[in-house]
């Protein structure tokens, strides 16, 4: 029920109260005016243009009637209405004292704390309201929205479920149990309750929008294209517009790509879009740092008033947070264990921070055992997590996820170490000055594309990338034929996300099957979609489809195994396989890359060169197709380069963990040394 609904309703009770009990006439008053003062406030309320004509009728009459519980609670709403918590918690307050088994008092009462935070108060509040009348809806809802607010998603999804019971078609409520659902990953559960909010209100854009983007969750990307669309043709977005491009490409449907150009870089009004998604679609690191700074603004959150400064740790070691949602078997953790395990404990103190899912596996709990602190922050609302985080006295804050899917970066707007430092996890600037370093080296951001970026660069030797040198490869025992490859012909292979392969590449990567009898494309299966559209693609460049071979996902250690059957990884452009391309260099199998202008086109040259294979970054179009052509057909060559990769692999920058962890603990040392110094954050060239 909207607020203006709620002050009408208000003071039609009001008024019947007042019918049924009479009021005193003489002098300043405890209880309610009479039924026709009370009938007043409701037609001036009803006929007013603007609730401040109403509230100007009301405040002469609390003169009158200051214990009056029905003109508290009507002022209290209208208050509301005009988006002034504080003053309708004042009202109100004083509502729930004398009036205190109104419960449509206590659950505006609930609303107003909810919108100043005080999320503790709004709760008892609104449980207060449902105690008085447990089949009110409006409390039942609200109460959902504060656990919402709270990250209790559980607990939220029960409240709005106690809202359906009463009323199936609320459409309010059926969006946001999609919400509560999403948040805990059941997300085609999600969709289906977005729909029934379309449903129960045909025109409902953000359940629209929460359709598209649970669906695309789940890995539907045509059902969350036909979303996306409906939404779009609802009202138009630009944070949508994108959206569509974004899953377009993770069918491999490249009228994307025309369509991207059309679009301006950011949104000429309203929110910007998440600039992780504009990605593959340009090489234009100027154009992705505007991007970054749009939506870093929109989605950060502003200083706290004091900033902090914890005092040197007596032992004299430098506190390192890292944060991530990443700790489960996922992509960061495969390059990241290793440095958690290499960490010298006598030079810092570690603290892992983690707001992802708290799945039990192997890695997660190594992780546990690897650090001296692990907080679990998943359900901490934003301001209980910066006050767990700052608790710690953190030296430096290490954020780890960028503005990639469920990331809270948006958390060190607010400050939560004197310095805070981005790696890993996003390829690209922050663009936010909360955000005082960036980790880099020479490969992956030249000093010719420094500024590029907004932080303060920190240049390490070899690779910004680390690695985990005891990841363990189990042989796949299988033949090539087990995978539906060829015996003897060559395997080319790209194992990078399907979002990444764009016609520049693949263009290249067909004409390299043409002119390689025999050969085959060996591709990660990401969805059914992408795998036809992309046969489609081979045919229309005159390859037969059953050229293009798909591999099924399986687990990372035998994915690793099965690399051997390839022979030559081929890159994509304009995002760089990360993860990918150092799993590939680890099981022993070359990568052929092309180093691009923007940091994410850069990886797999950053990689290679640390590697000690740097001749396979090219640095053009047709250098990258002319050496994967030579290495199909030199079959000496590439033994070569796989013996001189194997002899290398343990003792590389890019495979010694160790090592790499010194050069960080350095970093971190150097730009502690600046803080305790009382310098501001400079560019570190530690290379």
Not at 538 to 563: N, P, S, T
Request: glycine residues 6%; hydrophobic residues 40%.
């Amino acid at each position: 029920m909207n607020l203006a609904r709620k002050a009408r309703r208000m003071a039609e009770k009001s008024a019947v109260k007042a019918r049924s009990h009479g009021h005193q006439a003489a002098g300043p008053v405890a209880g309610d005016p009479p039924a026709q003062t009370l009938r007043l406030v409701l037609d001036t309320y009803t006929k007013a243009r603007h609730p401040r004509e109403t509230l100007d009728l009301i405040t002469p009459m609390l003169t009158r009637w200051p214990k009056s519980p029905s003109l508290l609670g009507v002022a209290g709403a209208i208050l509301l209405q005009m988006q002034d918590a504080a003053a309708a918690i004042f009202m109100l307050e004083q509502a729930t004292l004398y009036g205190p088994n109104e419960a449509l008092n206590w659950s505006n009462l609930g609303v107003a704390y909810k919108q100043q935070k005080r999320l503790a108060e709004a709760e008892a509040a609104l449980q207060r309201a449902i105690a008085i009348n447990p089949k009110e809806i409006d409390p039942l809802y609200n109460l959902g929205n504060v656990y919402l607010e709270k990250r209790q998603f559980k607990q939220a999804l029960q409240q709005f479920l106690l809202v359906l019971d009463l009323d199936e078609n609320h459409a309010d409520a059926l969006n946001n149990v999609g919400t509560a659902l999403l948040h805990g990953n059941h997300n085609l559960q999600a969709a289906e309750s977005f729909r029934l909010a379309i449903k129960a209100r045909p025109d409902f854009h953000m359940a629209m929008v929460n359709r598209a983007n649970a669906l695309a969750a789940a890995h539907c990307h045509e059902d969350a294209i036909a979303a996306g669309e409906q939404a779009l043709a609802s009202r138009y977005d630009f944070v949508m517009d994108r959206f569509l491009c974004y899953q377009k490409a993770q069918i491999c449907d490249w009228s994307a790509f025309d369509h991207f150009r059309s679009l301006p870089v950011n949104a000429p009004d309203g929110p910007p879009a998440p600039p992780f998604n504009a990605l593959t679609f340009e090489d234009n690191p100027a154009n992705q740092l505007e991007r970054s700074r749009a939506f870093s603004a929109h989605a950060m959150l502003k200083p706290a008033p004091t900033p902090p400064q914890p005092a040197p740790a007596g032992d004299g070691r430098i506190r390192i947070g890292y944060l991530s949602s990443d700790i489960y078997d996922h992509a960061t953790m495969h390059l990241f264990a290793g440095v958690l395990r290499e960490h010298d404990r006598s030079k810092v103190e570690i603290h892992l921070f983690s707001y992802g899912p708290d799945m039990d596996c192997p890695i997660r709990r190594s992780a546990k055992k690897m650090v001296e602190h692990f907080h679990d922050i998943q359900e901490l609302t934003d301001d209980a997590a910066i006050a767990a985080i700052r608790q710690q006295n953190i030296d430096i804050l290490v954020e780890m996820k960028g503005f990639t899917q469920g990331s809270r970066a948006h958390l060190l707007g607010a400050g939560l170490a004197p310095v805070q430092v981005a790696w890993l996890g996003y390829p690209g600037s922050m663009g936010h000055a909360s955000v005082h370093y960036a980790i880099a080296d020479h490969i992956v951001l030249p000093v010719e594309q420094r500024h590029t970026f907004d932080e303060n660069i920190v240049w390490l030797a070899g690779s910004y990338q680390s690695n985990d040198d005891q990841r363990p490869i189990v042989t796949d025992k299988g033949s090539r034929r087990h995978h539906g490859l060829p015996e003897n012909g060559f395997v080319f292979c790209s194992f990078n996300s399907s979002y990444k392969i764009t016609p520049r590449e693949f263009d290249i990567w067909m004409r390299l099957l043409a002119q390689t009898p025999d050969s085959v494309l060996w591709l990660l299966r990401s969805n059914p979609v992408a795998e036809r559209n992309l046969r489609r693609e081979a045919e229309k460049r005159g390859i037969a489809a059953q050229r293009l071979v798909f591999a099924g996902k399986a687990h990372h250690h035998e994915y690793l195994g099965r690399l051997r059957h390839a022979d030559l990884f081929l890159d994509s452009f304009a995002v760089n396989a990360h993860t990918t391309c150092s799993d590939a260099l680890w099981a022993g199998l070359p990568v052929l890359t092309m180093a691009g202008q923007q940091f994410c086109a850069r990886v797999g040259a950053s990689l290679l060169h640390a590697a000690g294979l740097p001749e396979l970054a090219t640095t053009s179009e047709a250098d990258y197709e002319a050496l994967a052509l030579e290495l199909a057909h030199d079959r000496g060559r590439l033994t070569a380069l796989r013996e001189r990769l194997a002899a290398n692999r343990l003792d590389c920058d890019l495979f010694n963990t160790k090592r790499f962890t010194a050069k960080l603990e350095a970093a971190f040392a150097a730009m502690q040394s600046r803080q305790q110094q009382g310098l501001p954050p400079a560019d570190l060239d530690l290379a």
